[in-house]
C-alpha cells in the first residue's frame, strides 16, 4: 500500500514513550504520533489517551526522505467529525471530556480518581493564571520603598 500525506488510515499502537505513540500501519510500516498530536486538549500522559495493542485512526502529516512517518491522531478525528468541518481549536475555559479509550470498563472510583486528577490540574492552571495577571508577587513591602 502506497502511503501519502493526507491519508487517513487505521493502526495498531505497538508502543508509547513520554513524547508519542507508535503505531503500525497497513504494510508494516511504523509511525510515530507526537504527544501534542494525540488529542484537540492538553495530554500530560499518554496513555490516558491510547493504550498498547489499541486500533487507532491516524492522518499522515509528514513522510521524510529518510522514510520517517509523522502520524496525527487529533486531525484523524476532524476529518470524521460529522457536520462537514473540521472542529475548532478549543480554548481556555472549553472544557472538553475525553471518552475512555479502553476497552475494559472503568469502575466508578476510577472516573471520580480521573475527574479529581483533571480537576486538581485545572485549578492549578487557573491559580498560576490569575497569579500571573497580578504580577505574583506582593505589591507591598517590595524593594521599591525609598528608605
Known sequence: MQLEVGTVLEGKVTGITKFGAFVELPGGKTGMVHISE????FVKEIRDFVSENQMVKVKILNITPEGKISLSMKKAVE??????????PSRPGNYEWQPSRKNEPSSFEDMMSKFKQTSDEKMLDLK????SKRGGFSR???SNQAK
Do not use: S
Open 38 to 41: 494525540v488529542a484537540p486538549t
Open 79 to 88: 476529518q470524521v467529525r460529522p457536520g462537514g468541518g473540521a472542529a475548532r
Open 128 to 131: 498560576r493564571c490569575m497569579e
Open 140 to 142: 507591598h513591602g517590595g
